[in-house]
């Protein structure tokens, strides 16, 4: 029988099939961060159980860290407190811990690609929604709920239903100034934020092919805004090539037999999808989002819709809501929509490329005048140190942006980076929810390239213009 | 965990599309180490005012809905993030049972875990239990019989077996699947000739 990726890689880790389509799957790797940890360590103390296999856990924080000032005392005490269990269950329990002082520390979706540890044909999980970033390497990566990290500590398994097949293919080749960012708005603005839900998405034809590994990965990343479990993207040169000699990588003889098992890993030709998808690739543009959902994306050369334009009565609603909160008109052009911070970072776009596409827009232009701050803040130490070398945090800034230390930073105001009431946003991030930046912050989804346009023309502007 | 086989109560009807899980429980709020003090800030933009006060017969707080143990919503509830604290939120506002025509995925999945039951009906059938949750109606749900019973009205749905047979049994689901220990080994040691590289040490 013909079988997609998504069923190779589901199949290699059955432990248990229990019948319609449930499985205790067994779960190679876990990252584990702060937040959604602690409840489940004290579970296992509570229960008296062990860590069933410490070899397969990194622990790093990222979250709460803040992203300057870290030789001084942390200013909430309730982020220090997570932090401090963090460190505490991580002593208790014998894992492998990257402290916020080790140049490797960073978010765990950067981290875990640059350490090798995510590897085409594994399975891995993280109490975090963004571990769909990992599919860029044909691993099926997965967020999970508390209970579940607790589960998969204790038994290195999940009991899980397999979920549909989905394939969302794009062709042709992407325009000039148009990023994997805007491959993943452009396919959430076509099948909604509900559009994937129940399927794991398989990322497929030539633009795809194209990307790099960390554009694969920005994909990925936003697999979850389209409702899927996860994303995938059949390993290839690119991926070996990214993965060869970093740390967890095999090694010696080992290497061979992995590139040889993991070149098997990608689709039959043939196999079914349960919902397929086309997306032309030369038509996509720049995006911005305008509204409350990731699925409320138009071009940069795109208006605010109508609120009639749409059908749902429900979704209607939901668009009115939205515009007031946005405090932007029906009919306004995304080119009209001033910015007052600019955000660069986060899981979905803080890699060496995205801060490389920011320096080569804002080399010798000025931030606005009118812009209250512009941040880029690397995905990790090493993200930083790479930057550094060649010379990119120079040419930041001097355009006027602030240079941070790696962390989540203001994807979701947990620590002490967040934009105020009312402000709009041109943020690289993942989400434009109410309130995810920070009580009344009006978010709106973009490239780096775009965010670094916007930066320096103080409103949305399209990139290929400058 | 106690064992979830019927509930019979008045239905908060809020029929909103993509509720995400900022709205049910934001960021600032996932800060404690604990598994409970999540539902004073459960659906805090909709209950209370940027200043903090609380809103005026918000639908979770006035006293037209007080004591529904149902939350009828509406299409893709609970989309976003991973946090569990979004089903640790809802359960402290007193919520069992969440009928929506859909649910994200690993939302839904968290609620098995706190024994919240999520349904799933037709946006028909949503929308005719909407009318009747703002009528005050009760209704009623049954697991074990799959079935959503409200005045005249009679509807069945579907519900993922397993998950069916934890909720009814009140299971602990970490102990169950350390009762597969003797497969867990068998896996791995099948896995350490075939792919080494992934085990260390």
Same mark, same amino acid.
């Given at each position: 029988?013909?079988?997609?990726?998504?069923?190779?890689?589901?199949?290699?880790? #059955?432990?248990?099939?229990?019948?319609?389509?449930?499985?205790?799957?067994?779960?190679?790797?876990?990252?584990?961060?702060?937040?959604?940890?602690? +409840?489940?360590?004290?579970?296992?103390?509570?229960?008296?159980?062990?860590?069933?296999?410490?070899?397969?856990?990194?622990?790093?924080?990222?979250?709460?860290?803040?992203?300057?000032?870290?030789?001084?005392?942390?200013?909430?005490?309730?982020?220090?407190? +997570?932090?401090?269990?963090?460190?505490?269950?991580?002593?208790?329990?014998?894992?492998?811990?990257?402290?916020?002082?080790?140049?490797?520390?960073?978010?765990?979706?950067?981290?875990?690609?640059?350490?090798?540890?995510? +590897?085409?044909?594994?399975?891995?999980?993280?109490?975090?929604?963004?571990?769909?970033?990992?599919?860029?390497?044909? %691993?099926?990566?997965?967020?999970?709920?508390?209970?579940?990290?607790?589960?998969?500590?204790?038994?290195?398994?999940?009991?899980?239903?397999?979920?549909?097949?989905?394939? #969302?293919?794009?062709?042709?080749?992407?325009?000039?100034?148009?990023?994997?960012?805007?491959?993943?708005?452009?396919?959430?603005?076509?099948?909604?934020? =509900?559009?994937?839900?129940?399927?794991?998405?398989?990322?497929?034809?030539?633009?795809?092919?194209?990307?790099?590994?960390?554009?694969?990965?920005?994909?990925?990343?936003?697999?979850?805004?389209?409702?899927?479990?996860?994303?995938?993207?059949?390993?290839?040169?690119?991926?070996?090539?990214?993965?060869?000699?970093?740390?967890?990588?095999?090694?010696?003889?080992?290497?061979?037999?992995?590139? %040889?098992?993991?070149?098997?890993?990608?689709?039959?030709?043939?196999?079914?999808?349960?919902?397929?998808?086309?997306?032309? =690739?030369?038509?996509?543009?720049?995006?911005?989002?305008?509204?409350?959902?990731?699925?409320?994306?138009?071009?940069?050369?795109?208006?605010?819709?109508?609120?009639?334009?749409?059908?749902?009565?429900?979704? +209607?609603?939901?668009?009115?809501?939205?515009?007031?909160?946005?405090?932007?008109?029906?009919?306004?052009?995304?080119?009209?929509?001033?910015?007052?911070?600019?955000?660069?970072?986060?899981?979905?776009?803080?890699?060496?490329?995205?801060?490389?596409?920011?320096?080569?827009?804002?080399?010798?232009?000025?931030?606005?005048?009118?812009?209250?701050?512009?941040?880029?803040?690397?995905?990790?130490?090493?993200?930083?140190?790479?930057?550094?070398?060649?010379?990119?945090?120079?040419?930041?800034?001097?355009?006027?942006?602030?240079?941070?230390?790696?962390?989540?930073?203001?994807?979701?105001?947990?620590?002490?980076?967040?934009?105020?009431?009312?402000?709009?946003?041109?943020?690289?991030?993942?989400?434009?929810? #109410?309130?995810?930046?920070?009580?009344?912050?009006?978010?709106?989804? #973009?490239?780096?390239?775009?965010?670094?346009?916007?930066?320096?023309?103080?409103?949305?502007?399209?990139?290929?213009?400058? | 965990?106690?064992?979830?086989?019927?509930?019979?109560?008045?239905?908060?009807?809020?029929?909103?599309?993509?509720? *995400?899980?900022?709205? @049910?429980?934001?960021?600032?709020?996932?800060?404690? $180490?604990?598994?409970?003090?999540?539902?004073?800030?459960?659906?805090?933009? $909709?209950?209370?005012?940027?200043?903090?006060?609380?809103?005026?017969?918000?639908?979770? *707080?006035?006293?037209?809905?007080?004591?529904?143990? $149902?939350?009828?919503?509406?299409?893709?509830?609970?989309?976003?993030?991973?946090?569990?604290?979004?089903?640790?939120?809802?359960?402290?506002?007193?919520?069992?049972?969440? $009928?929506?025509?859909?649910?994200? *995925?690993?939302?839904?999945?968290?609620?098995?875990?706190?024994? @919240?039951?999520?349904?799933?009906?037709?946006?028909?059938?949503?929308?005719?239990?909407?009318?009747?949750?703002?009528?005050?109606?009760?209704?009623?749900?049954?697991?074990?019989?799959?079935?959503?019973?409200?005045?005249?009205?009679?509807?069945?749905?579907?519900?993922?077996?397993?998950?069916?047979?934890?909720?009814?049994?009140?299971?602990?689901?970490?102990?169950?699947?350390?009762?597969?220990?003797?497969?867990?080994?068998?896996?791995? *040691?099948?896995?350490?000739?075939?792919?080494?590289?992934?085990?260390?040490?």
């Amino acid at each position: 029988m013909l079988k997609t990726m998504y069923d190779k890689i589901w199949g290699h880790h #059955v432990v248990e099939d229990r019948g319609n389509g449930m499985a205790l799957l067994y779960i190679d790797r876990h990252l584990v961060h702060e937040v959604t940890s602690p +409840q489940a360590f004290d579970g296992l103390r509570a229960a008296g159980r062990k860590i069933h296999r410490p070899d397969s856990i990194i622990a790093v924080p990222d979250h709460n860290v803040p992203t300057k000032d870290r030789h001084l005392p942390n200013p909430d005490p309730m982020s220090t407190a +997570q932090l401090t269990a963090l460190e505490a269950n991580v002593k208790e329990f014998g894992l492998e811990y990257i402290p916020m002082d080790d140049v490797r520390q960073g978010i765990v979706h950067v981290v875990g690609p640059e350490q090798g540890f995510t +590897q085409p044909g594994v399975t891995l999980v993280c109490g975090d929604s963004h571990t769909s970033t990992h599919g860029a390497f044909g %691993a099926l990566a997965f967020g999970i709920g508390t209970s579940e990290v607790e589960h998969v500590l204790a038994t290195q398994t999940l009991q899980l239903k397999k979920s549909k097949n989905m394939r #969302v293919s794009v062709t042709g080749i992407l325009s000039k100034g148009c990023t994997a960012k805007d491959v993943a708005l452009a396919i959430i603005g076509a099948i909604g934020t =509900g559009g994937g839900t129940a399927h794991v998405i398989e990322f497929a034809g030539p633009v795809i092919e194209a990307l790099t590994m960390e554009g694969r990965m920005t994909l990925c990343n936003m697999s979850i805004e389209a409702g899927a479990r996860a994303g995938l993207v059949a390993p290839d040169a690119k991926t070996f090539e990214y993965v060869k000699g970093r740390p967890y990588a095999p090694k010696g003889g080992q290497w061979d037999a992995a590139v %040889a098992y993991w070149a098997s890993l990608s689709s039959d030709d043939g196999a079914m999808f349960d919902k397929e998808i086309v997306i032309y =690739g030369s038509e996509i543009a720049p995006q911005v989002t305008w509204g409350t959902s990731p699925e409320d994306v138009v071009p940069i050369t795109g208006y605010v819709p109508q609120i009639k334009s749409f059908a749902d009565p429900a979704k +209607q609603e939901a668009v009115e809501k939205a515009l007031a909160y946005m405090g932007l008109a029906e009919g306004q052009a995304m080119t009209d929509v001033k910015v007052d911070r600019v955000f660069i970072g986060s899981c979905t776009n803080s890699r060496i490329e995205d801060i490389r596409e920011v320096a080569e827009v804002v080399k010798g232009r000025k931030v606005a005048s009118s812009i209250i701050e512009a941040l880029v803040v690397p995905g990790s130490g090493l993200v930083k140190y790479q930057a550094e070398e060649e010379g990119l945090d120079q040419i930041l800034v001097e355009a006027g942006f602030e240079w941070r230390e790696p962390g989540c930073s203001m994807c979701l105001a947990m620590n002490p980076d967040k934009a105020g009431a009312g402000e709009h946003v041109a943020s690289t991030s993942n989400r434009n929810f #109410v309130g995810r930046q920070g009580p009344g912050a009006r978010t709106h989804l #973009v490239s780096p390239a775009m965010a670094a346009a916007a930066a320096i023309a103080g409103h949305f502007v399209d990139v290929r213009d400058l | 965990m106690e064992k979830f086989i019927k509930v019979s109560s008045i239905a908060t009807p809020f029929p909103r599309v993509n509720i *995400d899980t900022d709205i @049910i429980i934001p960021a600032k709020h996932l800060k404690s $180490i604990k598994r409970t003090g999540f539902g004073e800030h459960a659906f805090e933009t $909709i209950r209370f005012t940027a200043e903090g006060a609380r809103i005026e017969d918000n639908i979770f *707080d006035g006293e037209k809905y007080k004591g529904a143990k $149902i939350l009828i919503t509406g299409d893709n509830f609970g989309c976003g993030s991973s946090r569990e604290h979004a089903p640790w939120a809802i359960a402290e506002l007193g919520f069992r049972c969440i $009928i929506a025509p859909s649910f994200a *995925d690993i939302f839904a999945g968290n609620c098995v875990k706190n024994n @919240i039951l999520t349904v799933e009906l037709p946006q028909e059938q949503v929308d005719a239990l909407v009318i009747a949750a703002e009528a005050g109606h009760q209704i009623h749900i049954d697991l074990n019989e799959q079935t959503v019973c409200c005045e005249n009205a009679f509807y069945e749905f579907e519900y993922n077996p397993t998950h069916k047979e934890m909720l009814l049994g009140g299971l602990d689901e970490v102990g169950q699947t350390l009762q597969s220990g003797a497969a867990i080994s068998a896996y791995e *040691d099948k896995t350490k000739m075939m792919t080494p590289w992934l085990y260390r040490g």
